[in-house]
C-alpha cells in the first residue's frame, strides 16, 4: 500500500514553490513533470547581448514549468491548475535518495 501524499490548494502550492520546492499535480498526465522557481534570468536579444531580466514586481524570477518536452520559463497556470486541490510537493533531492524515488 503507497503512503498517502498531501495535497494542496494552488495558492499553498505557490507559497510553497516561492520556498524554493518543487511542485506538481497528481491529475497531469506526464510523469516528472513539475513547476520550480526560476531566478537570475537574463536572455540574449537580438543584438546578441546578454540583458538580466528585471522586473519592478517579480524581480528576475519566473515560474519555470519542467515537463517532458524540456523546460518552459513563464509558465501560466490554466483555470483548471488554479482551482485544483491536487497539487503536490516533490521531495527535495537528498529525500528522493533516502526514499529511493
Known amino acids: ?3 498517502e501524499i498531501e495535497t494542496y490548494s494552488f495558492p499553498a502550492a505557490l507559497e510553497l514553490l516561492k520556498l524554493g520546492r518543487r511542485i506538481s499535480r497528481k ?10 522557481l ?3 534570468i537574463s536572455y ?3 543584438k ?6 528585471e522586473h519592478l514586481d517579480s524581480g528576475s524570477a519566473a515560474i519555470a514549468f ?4 524540456g523546460v518552459q520559463v513563464g509558465w501560466v497556470a490554466s483555470q483548471s491548475d488554479m ?19
Open 44 to 46: 540574449k536579444n537580438a
Open 38 to 40: 526560476a531566478t537570475n
Open 83 to 101: 482551482l485544483s486541490e491536487d497539487w503536490i510537493v516533490l521531495p527535495e533531492e537528498s529525500e528522493q535518495c533516502e526514499l529511493n524515488l
Open 66 to 69: 519542467v515537463g517532458t518536452r
Open 27 to 36: 491529475g497531469w498526465n506526464g510523469q516528472s513533470q513539475y513547476c520550480e
Open 1 to 3: 500500500m503507497e503512503p
Open 48 to 53: 546578441g547581448e546578454i540583458v538580466n531580466a
